[in-house]
């Protein structure tokens, strides 16, 4: 089964950026559908952004987008989210997640909990 380990969090003060970087292990997401999401304390998992198998579709929740980008290297078996002008708003652990069905055509975000593997997250705290 494929694991999912992410990085790139930390504290950083609005307005700054990161790069959030999901690596694969033990077989390819090049076919999968994947994405982020994120929870903050006492809070359930939003949706924060997708990207298509065939890497030339994305999606991104109201509050991200134009702000947040996601991206995959298929080469490298790891998908990114770079995150730019970040608010406290945005505080929250980050999950990364690939559907468990190859070429998938239900979106990301519409998946079930079952049909997805998920990493263990990965701490962003911004501060005003």
């Known amino acids: 089964q494929v694991h999912l380990r992410e990085s790139g969090g930390g504290l950083v003060q609005a307005g700054d950026s990161l790069r959030l970087s999901c690596a694969a292990s033990?077989?390819?997401?090049?076919?999968?559908?994947m994405g982020w999401f994120r929870q903050a304390p006492g809070q359930g998992r939003d949706f924060v952004a997708a990207?298509?198998?065939?890497?030339?579709?994305?999606y991104y929740a109201s509050p991200v987008k134009g702000r947040f980008t996601i991206s995959r290297d298929d080469a490298a078996n790891t998908i990114y989210l770079q995150m730019d002008n970040l608010t406290p708003e945005d505080t929250a652990t980050y999950y990364c997640a690939a559907s468990k069905v190859a070429y998938s055509n239900t979106p990301l975000a519409a998946q079930s909990n079952d049909n997805l593997n998920w990493g263990q997250g990965t701490q962003v705290t911004v501060s005003s």
């Open positions: 990207i298509r198998w065939t890497g030339g579709r994305t």
């Open positions: 033990g077989g390819t997401v090049s076919g999968n559908d």
